[in-house]
């Protein structure tokens, strides 16, 4: 059974910090991503990378801010988030895909919330 399973969410003021973590089972995916979804707002890309470290992307309202990074001998994925906003405020879903623009399977998702 493939499962990607997230924590490391929760409350943080603004400027803050928290880190994810997303442990995948059951499948070895060549990329793994990082969405988000606020209330009311349909799901957005926030970053991606290969299993292999070699390549990332992100979204250019969180570039600078947070990191995405791999350790493929644990089969997880990590989004650093530094300076958050209250903008930021969302669920956050891992994603396991082939590449690093197509993702097919997806976690439960951590909420993370940021206050002013």
């Known amino acids: 059974q493939v499962q990607l399973v997230e924590s490391g969410g929760g409350l943080v003021q603004a400027g803050g910090s928290l880190r994810l973590s997303c442990a995948a089972s059951?499948?070895?995916?060549?990329?793994y991503g990082w969405f988000r979804q606020a209330p009311g707002k349909e799901r957005e890309f926030v970053a991606a990378?290969?299993?292999?470290?070699?390549?990332?992307r992100y979204t250019d309202s969180v570039r600078g801010r947070f990191t995405i990074s791999v350790d493929s001998a644990k089969n997880t994925v990590y989004l650093q988030m530094n300076s958050l906003k209250p903008e930021d405020t969302a669920v956050y879903y891992c994603?396991?895909?082939?590449?690093?623009?197509?993702?097919?399977?997806w976690g439960q998702g951590t909420q993370v919330t940021v206050s002013s």
């Open positions: 059951g499948r070895t995916f060549s990329s």
């Open positions: 994603a396991g895909g082939m590449t690093i623009m197509v993702f097919g399977f």
């Open positions: 990378i290969t299993r292999s470290g070699s390549r990332a």
